[in-house]
């Protein structure tokens, strides 16, 4: 796995490329670049998953971590060009419901809200309790019941 990042005049672009799993020592530079572990998340923020050929649910709920402390500094979080594995993961699990998820670069301005277009679900949602939801579905092959963080997503 390897990460960058790219400041934009309107956003963060964070490329990642490789297998996504949390339990290698280069997830420390993916929490790092993407500021996790500090106490202020920059800007919006881009991931461009283009490059990305295996995600594990560590990553994901990370994912969701980065879009929880993201959203409490006021900031969005869109993933950019996942190849079908992945985008088959996010929709599995429920992710593609919170975070909006941009084909392409022209894209990302209406992921972001940037032309009226708000895609992130404005409910609340407890993004702890998501992550043990997704990896539960993802390791055990539970399905989410309609009283779930999931379940309210995916009702929305």
Known sequence: MSVSSFDYPDYRLVKITGFLDGHTSESIDLLEVLGVNSTEIPCDTVLDLSAVEYVNSSILG????????????????????????????????????????????????????????????????????????????????????????LGKIIGS
């Open 62 to 149: 990370l994912f969701v971590r980065f879009l929880s402390e993201a959203e409490k500094a006021g900031f969005k979080v869109v993933i950019l060009a996942p190849p079908s594995s992945v985008r088959n993961v996010l929709e599995l699990t429920g992710l593609s419901h919170v975070l909006p998820v941009a084909a392409d670069s022209s894209e990302i301005a209406s992921c972001l809200g940037q032309d009226g277009a708000v895609k992130i679900s404005d409910k609340q949602v407890d993004y702890e309790e998501l992550a043990d939801e997704l990896e539960n579905i993802i390791i055990n092959g539970s399905k989410p019941g309609s009283d779930s963080q």
